[in-house]
T-cell receptor, first 113, second 112 residues
Framework: DAGVIQSPRHEVTEMGQEVTLRCKPI?????LFWYRQTMMRGLELLIY????????DSGMPEDRFSAKMPNASFSTLKIQPSEPRDSAVYFC???????????FGQGTRLTVV | SQQGEEDPQALSIQEGENATMNCSYK?????LQWYRQNSGRGLVHLIL?????REKHSGRLRVTLDTSKKSSSLLITASRAADTASYFC????????????FGAGTQVVVTP
């Protein structure tokens, strides 16, 4: 398996634009997580899914953020409209039930100017 | 807010020395995990210890867990320059297994 695949690796966008981050989890994994990492706030759990269903989105900062998982092999995190304070590295991770170990993608570095 | 807090925030040692870092958490956990992050990369899982375990080893890594104190420690023995990275503890909660939350991390620098 190629591991968790995120795209794009880097994204630079202007304030007010819509940004969509994509994630392909490891095949067979039941859990998918979206994290945001910044120097100031560290690694924040934004939302996680179990069997494609959002379980806890309490970490999503604002209504500008939304996440979907239309099927077991794909998830998106959308920011609309984007703001400079959204600049961060966004990680997607997946895990199989009962194993607990999470596998991370390489992250998407988002810069909003 | 973060579930786990690592201590120290940064650690600088020489090759061959041992590195110890600690993690404290707030609520009951199902398990506690340690991850490593090299600069600019994703996190990599190192070791998992369950709430009913007290100590676990994996190669040069030793993890302890004290649930009465809500704390864990990670020991890296005979450190190498390649161990230079940030180390994070993560907790999986008893009542919310899937909610994996990370601490602020310990930045370790190993000099040759």
């Amino acid at each position: 398996d190629a591991g968790v695949i995120q795209s794009p690796r880097h994204e630079v966008t202007e304030m007010g634009q819509e940004v969509t981050l994509r994630c392909k989890p490891i095949s067979g994994h039941d859990y998918l997580f979206w994290y945001r990492q910044t120097m100031m706030r560290g690694l924040e759990l934004l939302i996680y899914f179990n069997n494609n269903v959002p379980i806890d989105d309490s970490g999503m900062p604002e209504d500008r953020f939304s996440a979907k998982m239309p099927n077991a092999s794909f998830s998106t995190l959308k920011i609309q409209p984007s703001e400079p304070r959204d600049s961060a590295v966004y990680f997607c991770a997946s895990a199989g039930y009962g194993r607990s170990e999470a596998f991370f993608g390489q992250g998407t570095r988002l810069t909003v100017v | 807010s973060q579930q786990g807090e690592e201590d120290p925030q940064a650690l600088s040692i020489q090759e061959g020395e041992n590195a110890t870092m600690n993690c404290s958490y707030k609520t009951s956990i199902n398990n506690l995990q340690w991850y490593r992050q090299n600069s600019g990369r994703g996190l990599v899982h190192l070791i998992l210890i369950r709430s009913n375990e007290r100590e676990k080893h994996s190669g040069r890594l030793r993890v302890t867990l004290d649930t009465s104190k809500k704390s864990s420690s990670l020991l890296i023995t005979a450190s190498r320059a390649a161990d230079t990275a940030s180390y994070f503890c993560a907790t999986s909660l008893t009542d919310s297994w899937g909610k994996l939350q990370f601490g602020a991390g310990t930045q370790v620098v190993v000099t040759p």
